[in-house]
Each structure stands twice: as structure tokens, then as C-alpha cells.
């Protein structure tokens, strides 16, 4: 975990960025103004979420993010909220920054959307101007979940429906629990249980009751002044689905809770805690009861990922997707996610200038793939930052593994641009060229997958051809510094022209039809570039070189005469664990 306590004013161990606003942050710049409509009357909405590590399967999961994200929704819509942060973006970032963290161990998540500045002398008003904040911490399961707790009914009420309601997850609600958790700890208890307005049990400052008669599982409707909490749902469905109980939603009266076979309180936070003794009435023997450990065992299960039929609620914490489609980029250098790569709109929409109408650009693959959105792109923030190179080999992992059931002209026209961010001033084509190749030999040492068997390593030997992930591949690497042999220059941004080899050879096989094509593009690559078509171009599967034409040189004079790639004679696989902080980054 990248944690500091050090300088903290937080009392806990922390990892050293959090997310707010649309970004990531330091931890402690992950702050609010005091004038805030949040910061001064509690005005944000929230949710408390876990994400559970499973030891076995080495993954994190975060348990019903949907369901939290759309409870947060409502409190929203309750609340007249209308956020400047969009639910896809919250679950992104969320994602993102447990991925960031990358703790290995329990973490709680906290997810805020806040009420900021409104007009001055007006500030209980909903505003439109809204933020939101991301935290994150790790957090050991609580050891009350084995031995249970005491709990104490409180002298307060529970805020209700018709004054401020519970329904919505909204900071100042928690005065209520506040007031109740100080009683209750004041007289000696672990937890309040607060009664509602109409003297029925309602819930904890934190957490939902269930009481056990007779081996049935009974809980306060949603009506009786209650969140309407997930963990109590899951428990619900647990409690019919895997243990054939029969759960009813009624009220409860204060004094079913002495007499009840069993007593727990549930939320995300506390998950199931037993309780033990009421108001210091033992609940039967003041043991654990059988019904709730079996309860706690579906729990823990249903939490880390090993129920299938559950699986739906676990979100596996993954690295955010870095190859995306036409379609999925255009949105993305839009939206907030992008913030860290302003440059990427500009540069998405430079490249198919030359692509599009009038360009006369001589692919007519590139200019039909273009048109019919199937490219996929990558954008890379540097070409040297061992992060961003793990994300680019991330990111051809996943377009690999996206084109690996097309086949025929579908295969041919979904390739990948890989587009490095352009440099503020224009380099030569020596030094993007080598860039080039830098950025292939980082996929080289760090390939998760060794080279397959039936290709050579030798980049001098016919029939080689660049491997990534146990696929052939070609590249086709375009500069900004090309500006004779236009054919290469595909705007501002070095890119990275990729696609299994199999698609490219499609058009150009071995065939009398494939040396016509090839001769067709040949000759339009001329017309294009006012120069004469490259001398090093060959056919793969008649056995010419093939790095060679990865990189052209502006006229056919000067030609490289060794390929600067070097692929071990055995490549063996790199970790398969690539988080790119590992690898080291390219050489
Ligand atoms: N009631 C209240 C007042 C809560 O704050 C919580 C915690 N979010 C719960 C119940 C339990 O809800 P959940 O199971 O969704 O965490």
C-alpha cells in the first residue's frame, strides 16, 4: 500500500492519494472549503462501501457498488441534487482508486457528492454547484463480528420521514445517530438501538436490527424510519436463498428484543454483529446464536467473490480499460476521466483529420476504418514513464484479447492507434523513430506471455514478426517529422499503428490477388507522397524483412541496416502480475 501516517492529522494508516473533483488528489489536498454548503450544515450525500480482498483469489472486491452508486442516486433525487459527476464516472473512479491504492487487504470507501457554494445569504438552498470526493482506507473486519455486542435502547427518537429523512444517506442526518451512539456509550453499551416516533424499533446510528423468533428472520419495514440498507437486503436473500428462511418485514416492539431466540444488527460498516444482551437482558443464553453465524458465514462468502450466483454484486477491482473503442474515446476525451490527458481531444481529432474526407490518404482500409468507427485507440501520456508504458501494454492486452474472435475484413479494419502525447515542439524523425522502437522492445521485456514456438526471435530471420501476448502483430509507426513520405504522418501525435499480423495480411497474402492489392496501395502511396513507394516493403509470407517496414525513412536512401529490437533467444513471459511498477518501464 502506498500509506503514510506520517505528517497526517488522520488518525489511521491512509493511502497517499484519494480522488475529488474529477481528479485524483494527495490525501491531504483532498479537502473542503468551511463555507461550503457540505462543510458548514453538512449538506453532502454519502455512501459507505467495503471492498473485501480474497487472500486466494489475490483480487479485491467491492461489494455492491452498483447498488450503493444507485442509493446515492436517490438520496440525490431526495436531496434535489443534480451532480456534476455522472454515476459512470463515480464507479470508474472509484474502481480506479482502490486499483491505485492497491492494498491487499479489507478497505472501507467513502463517496461523497457535496452541496458547494449557493448565492450568498441563501446557503440552505440546492445548488448547482456540486462536487464530489472519493477516500478510501484499509480496514480489518471487526473482531465484535466473533464475540457479539451489547446493545442499549436510547431515550432519542429516530429522525423520521416527515422531518429528515433517514431514506436519503445525507451527513447531518447523523446527528440523530450521533446523539444516539453517546447515550448509549455513556451508559456502558457498544451500540444504540433507536425507537421511531410511533415507539417501534427502528434501526442503529449505523446499522439495521434483525431479531430471530422461532426461526423466523424479522426486520423493520423500510417505512419505519430506516436506510433502506443493502446489507439488510443481502441478508434477506441469503436467508431464503441459502438457508431456506422465511424473513418478514413487520415492526418490531421494543420488548420482542428481550425475548427474541437472537438479536444482530447488519450495514456495510459493522456487516453482522451479533448482539448479545439488550439493555443487559441476555438474548436467550448470551451466546452467538446459530441462525446468525451461519448468516455471517453466507455473508463472508457472498462478500469475497465465492458465490457465484452473487457474483453480480462483487466488483472486481481492476485496472481502469485503457484500449477503447472509436465510439468509447470520442466520450472519454470528453468526460472528467480524461483530465489528465487535455491534450488527447486535440490529438483524436487531428488524426482523423487525415483520415477523413477531403484527405486523400492512400490506406483505403485506414480511411474505411476511420469512417465506420472501427479503430480502437490508446492514448499514452509519455513515452518514458514506466506507468504509462504498463498502461499501453495494458491497454494492447486488452485490444488483443477484444479482436481475438473477429475474423476477415472485420479482423482487418479494427486496428489500434496507440497515439504518444505530442511533443510541445516537433522532434526529428531519428528521435521518434527511436521512440518507436523503445516502446517496442518495453513490450518485448515485459510481454506477459512467452513468444510463441513457430516464430523466430531473431528480427534478421524470415518470417519474424513482432509478438505481444502470444500474438502476431505489425506496426506501423507514424510521425509528426514525416513530411515527404506523408503516408506516415497521421497528425501531431507519434502513433502507433497496431493489429494482429493475421488481419494485415489479409488484403496482401501471397496471392496473385494479394500482389495486385498490395500493388494498388503501392502505387496510391505514391501518387500521396510525391515519392517513390518504399523499397523495403515485402509480403510476410514470402519471408521478407519485416521490421523494416515498421519504420520508413523519408526517402529510400537511408535505411536502417540491423533492427534495433532484441528478443532474448527463449523470451521467457514477464510476471504475469504487470502492474508496470514491477517492470521497470522500457530500457
Ligand atoms: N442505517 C443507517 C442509518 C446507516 O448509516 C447504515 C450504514 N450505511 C445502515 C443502516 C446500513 O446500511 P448498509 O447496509 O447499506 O450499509
Redesign the pocket.
Known amino acids: 500500500m502506498s500509506s503514510t501516517t506520517g505528517h497526517s492529522a488522520f488518525p489511521a494508516p491512509h493511502p497517499a492519494i484519494a480522488w475529488m473533483d474529477g481528479d485524483f488528489v494527495d490525501w491531504e489536498n483532498c479537502t473542503l472549503h468551511v463555507r461550503t454548503q457540505a462543510g458548514f450544515f453538512g449538506a453532502n450525500i454519502f ?2 462501501l467495503r471492498a473485501y480482498w480474497n487472500e486466494e483469489a489475490q483480487k479485491s472486491y467491492i461489494f ?1 457498488l452498483d ?2 452508486l444507485s ?1 446515492l442516486e436517490q438520496s440525490m433525487k431526495i436531496m434535489r441534487m443534480k451532480s456534476r459527476f455522472d454515476t459512470p464516472t463515480l464507479r470508474r473512479a472509484t474502481i480506479e482508486l482502490l486499483h491505485r491504492c492497491d492494498f491487499n487487504e479489507h478497505a472501507q470507501i467513502n463517496l461523497s457528492t457535496y452541496f458547494r457554494y449557493s448565492g450568498p445569504g441563501e446557503p440552505l438552498i440546492a445548488t448547482e454547484d456540486t462536487g464530489a470526493h472519493i477516500t478510501t482506507i484499509p480496514l480489518p473486519r471487526s473482531p465484535k463480528i466473533e464475540k457479539g455486542i451489547a446493545a442499549g435502547i436510547v431515550s432519542w427518537r429516530r429522525i423520521s420521514d416527515d422531518s429528515v429523512p ?1 431514506r436519503a ?1 445525507v451527513a447531518a ?2 446527528q440523530n ?1 450521533r446523539f444516539a451512539q453517546n447515550e448509549a456509550r455513556d451508559n456502558g453499551f457498544d451500540v444504540g438501538i433507536i425507537l421511531n416516533s410511533r415507539g417501534k424499533v427502528s ?6 436490527v434483525f431479531i430471530i423468533r422461532n426461526n423466523v428472520l424479522i426486520t423493520p419495514p423500510v417505512y419505519s424510519d ?9 441478508l434477506i436473500v441469503l436467508a431464503k436463498e441459502k438457508m431456506g428462511l422465511q424473513v418478514v418485514e413487520r415492526e418490531i416492539d421494543r420488548t420482542e428484543l428481550l425475548i427474541a431466540d437472537e438479536v444482530l444488527m ?5 456487516e453482522i454483529l451479533p448482539v448479545t444482551s439488550v439493555d443487559r437482558v441476555p438474548v436467550s443464553d448470551g451466546n452467538v446464536g446459530r441462525i446468525t453465524r451461519e448468516l455471517q458465514s453466507h455473508y463472508l462468502k457472498t462478500v469475497t467473490g465465492q458465490y457465484p450466483e452473487y457474483a453480480a454484486w462483487c466488483t472486481e477491482v481492476t485496472a481502469p480499460k485503457v484500449s477503447l473503442t472509436h465510439r468509447e474515446a470520442l466520450a472519454w476525451v470528453e468526460s472528467p476521466d480524461a483530465a489528465a490527458y487535455a491534450w488527447a481531444k486535440e490529438s483524436l481529432a487531428d488524426f482523423g483529420s487525415y483520415l477523413e474526407e477531403p484527405s486523400k490518404f492512400p490506406c483505403n482500409f485506414a480511411r474505411a476504418a476511420y469512417r465506420t468507427h472501427s479503430l480502437h485507440f490508446i492514448f499514452a501520456g509519455s513515452d518514458t514513464d514506466p506507468l504509462e508504458l504498463a498502461r499501453v501494454r495494458q491497454g494492447l492486452r486488452e485490444y488483443l484479447e477484444t479482436v481475438s474472435s473477429l475474423t476477415g475484413i472485420e479482423e482487418s479494419m479494427n486496428a489500434l492507434a496507440i497515439l504518444f502525447k505530442p511533443d510541445a515542439t516537433e522532434q526529428s524523425l531519428a528521435s521518434y523513430h527511436q521512440t518507436a522502437w523503445q516502446v517496442m522492445q518495453d513490450w518485448i521485456d515485459n510481454d506477459p506471455q512467452a513468444w510463441p514456438q513457430d516464430i523466430p526471435t531473431d528480427p534478421e530471420a524470415p518470417f519474424w514478426s513482432l509478438c505481444f501476448a502470444g500474438v502476431p502483430i505489425f506496426v506501423n509507426v507514424s510521425a509528426p517529422a514525416h513530411h515527404r513520405r506523408k503516408s506516415r504522418n497521421l497528425g501531431q501525435s507519434l502513433a502507433l499503428i497496431t493489429q494482429p499480423r493475421a488481419g494485415f495480411d489479409l488484403v496482401g497474402g501471397p496471392t496473385p490477388e494479394g500482389d495486385r492489392a498490395r500493388q494498388r496501395i503501392r502505387a496510391q502511396v505514391e501518387l500521396y507522397d510525391g515519392e517513390p513507394s518504399p523499397d523495403v516493403l515485402g509480403t510476410y509470407h514470402r519471408g521478407d524483412l519485416e521490421w523494416k517496414q515498421y519504420v520508413l525513412t523519408e526517402t529510400n536512401a537511408e535505411h536502417l541496416s540491423r533492427c534495433p529490437l532484441h528478443v532474448p533467444s527463449v523470451a521467457a513471459a514477464a510476471p504475469a502480475q504487470d502492474n508496470g511498477l514491477a517492470a521497470g518501464g522500457s530500457r
Open positions: 455512501e459507505g455492491r447498488d450503493h442509493r433517514p444517506k442526518n447523523y445517530s434501526e442503529g446510528p449505523a446499522a439495521c430506516i436506510l433502506e440498507s443493502l446489507t439488510r437486503d443481502t447488519c450495514g456495510t460498516l459493522f
